[in-house]
């Protein structure tokens, strides 16, 4: 079992930045791929970022966040992060970390076996 918990979401105006963070439980994290996802209200959860097992030095970004956000992870703290700069009133959404034990995460949310209770982030024009 892995248990998630996602800090650093709060409410920032519109081109600021906030950085959230993932820590998991249990001693294998480094054996898992993790992704970030975000629900806005009415929609459905969209995958964000995600980045591979490991070291982490595959990583990949949906197309409304790239060149905006980096995914990075510390396995020695057990925990994975995103970088959220250039922040945009669309950017609004619950941000929930998720992990899958394989090499590479995925965009699909179904592929995942783990969830965080998510963080709000607001961001405010």
Same mark, same amino acid.
């Given at each position: 079992?892995?248990?998630?918990?996602?800090? !650093?979401?709060?409410? #920032?105006?519109?081109?600021?930045?906030? $950085?959230?963070?993932? +820590?998991?439980?249990?001693?294998?994290?480094?054996?898992?791929?993790?992704?970030?996802?975000?629900?806005?209200? !009415?929609?459905? $959860?969209?995958? #964000?970022?995600?980045?591979?097992?490991?070291?982490?030095?595959?990583?990949?970004?949906? =197309?409304? +966040?790239?060149?905006?956000?980096?995914?990075?992870?510390?396995?020695?703290?057990?925990?994975?992060?995103?970088?959220?700069?250039?922040?945009?009133?669309? =950017?609004?959404?619950?941000?929930?970390?998720?992990? +899958?034990?394989? +090499?590479?995460?995925?965009? =699909?949310?179904?592929?995942? =076996?783990?969830? !965080?209770?998510?963080?709000?982030?607001?961001? %405010? %024009?």
């Amino acid at each position: 079992q892995v248990q998630l918990v996602e800090s !650093g979401g709060g409410l #920032v105006q519109a081109g600021g930045s906030l $950085r959230l963070s993932c +820590v998991a439980s249990g001693r294998t994290f480094s054996t898992y791929a993790m992704g970030w996802f975000r629900q806005a209200p !009415g929609k459905e $959860r969209e995958f #964000v970022a995600g980045i591979s097992w490991g070291a982490g030095t595959r990583t990949y970004y949906a =197309d409304s +966040v790239k060149g905006r956000f980096a995914v990075s992870r510390d396995n020695a703290k057990n925990a994975v992060y995103l970088q959220m700069n250039r922040l945009k009133p669309e =950017d609004t959404a619950v941000y929930s970390c998720a992990a +899958v034990n394989r +090499v590479l995460p995925g965009t =699909d949310r179904t592929n995942y =076996d783990y969830w !965080g209770q998510g963080t709000q982030v607001t961001v %405010s %024009s």
